[in-house]
């Protein structure tokens, strides 16, 4: 098998799966930043495993994927729980900071424009994910993975009026809170 056809069948579940992937794994977890890590990991995993054993004998992608999401949030949480010390960062490293001014150069912007409007776009996330961990799944099932706000409230067992509360409700006291 070719890396080309391996990285074409990768991309193929990628983009098939990754909704319900995060719907899965977001509405298994406390809060964004976690649903972030695990989704990663899953995505790791599913191409460590085809690199090494192929796709052949893969009938269903998607329920294959959700069972390495199951599998990683078991594991992540039983992580957790054992080191009950760990606490999750909210700043910027160096290397993101690096990798920022990288991107956001090309664009003929100037760096303080730039980390100004990822700073205060961090700033506000932060601040959805940590007010409300129900308000930070809806905004990042619907802005991140692009969901309807119809799948959204199914996916988190909602009312499609309280997402959609939560949704507006929380975009204007943000526009408010950071003079948007």
Known sequence: MGIDALESYFNSVYSETFASVSRYVVSKCGSIQESEDIIQNVYARFYQR??????DDIENSEAFVINIA????KNYFSFVKKNSNTSSFTDFSEEQMVEIEARMSKEQRSLEDVLCNELVAKQIF???????????????LHFV???????VAKSLGLNLST????????IERQRKKFNL
């Not at 993975?145 to 799948?151: F, G, P, T």
């Not at 997402?163 to 929380?170: E, F, G, I, P």
């Open 163 to 170: 997402v959609k509360n939560k949704l507006y409700r929380t």
């Open 50 to 55: 085809i690199a090494k054993k192929g796709y």
């Open 70 to 73: 199951k599998f990683e949030c």
């Open 126 to 140: 932060d601040d959805i994910a940590n007010d409300d961990p129900v308000t930070g799944k809806i905004f990042y």
């Open 145 to 151: 993975c692009d969901m309807k706000l119809d799948e």
